[in-house]
């Protein structure tokens, strides 16, 4: 038995794990913005290529360890050229595509001498890169399975205060369906007629006309998607909900998982819903373990998000520059594909079984900018500069398009709902925080519209998201929730805890 270990930890199977860990790692890091399931896919082609690329060195070398350093040196160069290529654009000003190919070709042509040199010995060196390589792998592995979601929603909901109370479903009828929709970045009609000018009162007229009980003077609680998510979701200010969320921790590990395993979502469920969610683009927004998880398939779709990152820190990254590629253009078209999955599904979900609770984060308005007023593509790099950069000019350009677009497309989709739906339902649109490239209270200013079957009444113009399940659940399923001040609280980046308040200058009218 020892003999046969000794052959195992001895063999040169290295090359397969450091093939697989630039992707972990890199998924690793960026595991909060991105599902885990992303990085299957090319995991399992860097794995098949280092392999392939074995065997023909193998063919050449005709010597199994010479194959696997070769291998090796040829991965780690392909995997680090992205990152030498960023670290060095942001010190010097040269034409690094040519520079830089330039040593790597000669870096890769003395590797592969030193591989064939009579002299070199690779054998002794195995052992060591095998326990490395399948170090490192394993690290990153463990980053990215601690953050992969299990089983169900939580027992409780994760953060210790959230404020519980128990719900119940009066005799009588089924109770509503309840639609949580998050237009990200949507602003409030004064705010886009003053600042972007752009006139939505078409929308919100129309919106009015089918029930919907739109507060002129809202504002979001927080000035981004997770913390002010992370509060709607759970009836309470950040500051209340956790002894993490103190000025000073900038993690918001925690915070994400209170969106994940919200308060909501754990009253819902105990009391007989049924969980609904969508693919947002954002991990922190995707209830992956909902009753009902719905997708643009990952398999056979265009890059994901994650390969496009992953491409970047490769000489791949070069297909754009030749005009081979449109990084932007695929990731744009994943935005596309979740956005008009989310409007295509309201038939499905009018007539699906309830009571259930169903959470929609359509990243729109948000950038990327993909849709035209009419909702035919627009390539969203038109809409920023080489470094990614939005100028206001191009930001507002690209925001009035979608707007424009959603307008039209919110508008027949509550249309169904209301019609479909054998129990009318209870809907929120609600933006999460205003548009970019605002200041003061302008930056919170939201779109907030209600549809409460038989209790509009109960609204009020400054009404905020913090307050939103609080009237719900007060109103529909026998909670007795006290409703709290409507307050907006600055939350700098990357402190997001270290609040300050920022008045409300609109009363209501």
Known sequence: MKKNLNKVLYAPWYFITLAGYPVLALLSHNISQVRYTSGIRPLIISVIAASLLFLLFRLIYRDWHRAAFATTVLTVLFYTYGHVFDLLKQKWKIPLPAWLGGLWLVLTILALIWAGLPRANFQGAALTLNIVSLGLTLFAASHVAAAIPSGKQSDKPVDPHAPLQTLHVPNGPTPPDIYY???????????????????????????????????????????????????????????????????????????????????????????????????????????????????????????????????????????????????????????????????????????????????????????????????????????????????????????????????????????????????????????????????????????NAYYLPGHNDLLYPTISPVNTFRLIFNTYLGADYPLLNDTSYDSPVPYVFNLSVVPNPCSGH
């Open 181 to 447: 929709i998050i237009l990200d970045s949507y602003g409030r009609s004064d705010l886009l007629k003053a600042n972007l000018e752009y006139n939505d009162s078409q929308f919100i007229s129309d919106l009015e006309k089918m029930g919907f009980f739109v507060a002129n003077c809202s504002q979001s609680n927080y000035p981004r998607t997770d913390v002010s998510l992370g509060s709607s979701l759970n009836l309470e200010y950040l500051q209340n909900l956790n002894d993490k969320f103190i000025p000073k921790n900038e993690d918001r590990t925690q915070l994400w998982e209170s969106i994940l395993h919200s308060t909501v979502r754990y009253e819902l469920e105990n009391t007989g819903y049924k969980t609904v969610a969508f693919a947002s683009g954002f991990a922190f927004t995707e209830i992956t373990t909902a009753d009902t998880y719905l997708s643009p398939s990952l398999v056979w779709s265009p890059l994901t998000e994650f390969e496009i990152l992953l491409m970047r820190t490769t000489p791949l990254r070069h297909l754009e520059d030749l005009g081979l590629v449109n990084l932007e253009q695929i990731d744009g078209q994943r935005y596309r594909d979740r956005t008009e999955l989310d409007l295509n599904s309201m038939k499905m979900l009018a007539r699906m079984a309830g009571p259930k609770f169903v959470f929609i984060h359509m990243v729109i308005p948000h950038p990327l900018f993909v849709f035209a007023p009419d909702g035919s593509p627009t390539d969203p790099s038109l809409f920023m500069d080489a470094n990614g950069i939005y100028s206001q000019e191009n930001y507002y350009n690209g925001y009035r398009n979608q707007v424009a677009y959603i307008d039209t497309q919110m508008e027949k989709a509550m249309t169904t709902l209301l019609s479909d739906s054998p129990i009318p339902p209870v809907i929120i649109i609600q933006g999460d925080h205003g548009p970019w490239l605002q200041s003061g209270s302008d930056q919170f200013k939201i779109l």
